[in-house]
């Protein structure tokens, strides 16, 4: 199959093959009580959970939980590759990460996160992913991981395509500094995030955007390399179907000083600071 070919819709097929696949090895094994809950046991893999109207609930019961204080001074919303080709019908990503995309309330939810990080008076920072037509005439292409095999094949993030437009209802405003794009997974390694976040004081960052096990954990690992504090957002985020958003609310719980919600993040900022004096 052909990077072109991949779509959610085969991935989701291969995943119902494998739940059959191991329930009829159980059949076969002799081993029919099974059946059931190697079943249950696929669902609960590819069904990410935490995620709850009241806020998220950790997967992982060992983990230690606890709220990440809030300096609005020094605190800032970090989005990453709020763009045309991962948040569009029609961008090369959609295929991919559409339906979770809208499942997920993503565009909304990153919609909220601006309007409060303006309202509470923090900054936003957009990480955008791009290559430029050089990149695509001269990287060698035999060399490729398997994600920049799937972006390229789509021509995805192409300087000057409307895939690598920001979404129209996240253009940049007055409180947004973009930065440098990124090439690899994480500006923090191809693009100026320590510089800029480091020249406006920035200590800890709100994270969320495109997609959930990729850059986003990338840029989150970099940056707990870099000694900032981070607060993932889980509800708003995707992936390529519902085992990659599994596998990083899972990563985030490690990886993060916190993970929460939309919901959770935008009564924390506004109670934040209403409780400045």
Request: charged share 20%; hydrophobic share 40%; net charge negative.
């Amino acid at each position: 199959m052909s990077p072109n070919d991949v779509s959610r819709r085969s991935f989701l097929t291969w995943t119902g093959v494998a739940a059959s696949a191991l329930a009829a090895h159980s059949v076969i094994a002799g081993d029919s009580a099974a059946v059931g809950a190697t079943k249950d046991s696929v669902s609960l893999l590819v069904t990410p959970s935490g995620i709850t109207p009241e806020g998220y609930v950790y997967q992982q019961a060992f983990m230690p939980v606890r709220k990440q204080h809030l300096d609005l001074k020094h605190t800032a919303l970090f989005i990453t590759d709020p763009q045309n080709d991962f948040l569009s019908p029609g961008g090369g990503g959609w295929p991919l990460v559409g339906e979770e995309v809208v499942a997920s309330k993503v565009v909304e939810h990153e919609k909220l996160l601006v309007k409060t990080a303006k309202d509470v008076g923090i900054r936003v920072f957009y990480s955008p992913h791009m290559y430029s037509e050089k990149d695509y005439k001269y990287w060698d292409r035999s060399k490729f991981n398997a994600i920049d095999q799937l972006m390229f094949a789509n021509n995805m993030f192409k300087q000057g395509t409307w895939g690598h437009q920001f979404h129209p209802e996240l253009e940049p405003d007055d409180n947004t500094i973009v930065m440098n794009p990124h090439k690899g997974l994480s500006n923090f390694w191809t693009g100026d995030a320590s510089i800029q976040l480091r020249e406006h004081n920035i200590e800890t960052l709100i994270m969320c955007g495109m997609a959930c096990n990729l850059c986003v954990e990338s840029h989150a690992r970099d940056a707990v390399e870099n000694g900032f504090a981070v607060i993932l957002v889980a509800d708003c985020t995707a992936g390529a179907g519902p085992l990659p958003k599994k596998a990083a609310l899972v990563n985030y719980e490690f990886l993060a000083n916190e993970v929460v919600t939309t919901s959770q993040i935008v009564a924390r900022l506004k109670a934040t600071k209403e409780s400045r004096p």
